[in-house]
Structure formats: structure tokens, C-alpha cells
């Protein structure tokens, strides 16, 4: 099975400082439902690995985190593509659980649940929490400079083997030429 896991926020909508805690903040990067359609028409499954600590906060709850990814999925349809899972860590980051990436958790939960190894799965973010997260499971950590992108390849300290992109359609070319 050929399987890419995407960070959510500032990968494929754009992020907020506030936290995205409706549907109608969710908005799409442009270029990025497109991106996961070429990634989807190549044979690849895409699954998402995020971080919702708005939940844990008290930012938004389950229906409404539902319902932004019910919108992010309605809008692939509409461009061909689609997300084969969502997975995600509902904790504030003091819960200190295994599941809120840099820690391995919701990567590790992927492969028990699609049944496969992640090591060289290409694993795109735009935070060092994406990063070191996919460094731990040895999957292949790609960084796109969108969302806080720019910020984390100028702070340095990316895993040896990253690879940098622009954005997620360049990421993809990558690895749906």
C-alpha cells in the first residue's frame, strides 16, 4: 500500500494563532485539495495526523471538529480527491499523552490501524513537532513552507534526512510525478 500522512493545519487550510475552532475558518491553501487529488489518482491512500488541542481547551468541541473536517472533505470531493482517515490528538499539550506529536502516538496508531510499516512513508508537515514525530516512527519527514513552515526550516534542527517544498502540490511532485 502506498500511504501518505499530512499534517493538517498550515499544510493543507491555512493555520491561525487562534486555532481554526469553526468550519467556516477552515480554508484551503490553494493548490492543496488538488495536491491530495494527484496524490489519490496515483494510488496513494492519504490519512491525516493533527493535533486538535482546541478540543482539549475548550476552543471547540467534537461535533464542530467534525464538522470542519466534514467541509475538508466535501471540498476534496469537489476537486477528486479525498482523506482516508483523520486521525487526531484531542489533548491540551500539559495532558502529556503519546498521541500529541513530537511523540509518536497518532503515527504509530496508522500503522497498527492500516497494518504497515512507516518506515520511508513520506510524512509532510510544517512544524518540527511533524517532523521529529515522523523521525521516531522512520517515516520520511517532508517540511512544506506554508504555515509555520518558514518559521521552523530558519529555527533549524530539522531530522538529518528532511526534505524541504514550497507547498503540498510541490511536496507531491515529489512523489506522484
Known sequence: MKLVI????????YDSAEFIKTPEEWKPIP???EAI????????RVVVATNQSGIGRGLLDMATLNAIHDKMHKALAHVGGRIDAVFYCPH?????CNCRKPKPGLLEDIARRFNVDL???PCI???????QAAAQVEALPLLVLTGK????AAAGGLPANTRMYADLGEAVKSIAP
Open 6 to 13: 499530512l499534517d493538517r493545519d498550515g499544510v493543507i487550510n
Open 31 to 33: 493548490g492543496s485539495l
Open 37 to 44: 487529488a494527484r496524490l489519490n489518482q496515483a494510488g496513494h
Open 92 to 96: 491540551a499539550q500539559d495532558a502529556n
Open 119 to 121: 518506515a520511508g512513508v
Open 125 to 131: 508537515g510544517d512544524s518540527l513537532r511533524d517532523l
Open 149 to 152: 513552515g518558514k518559521s521552523t
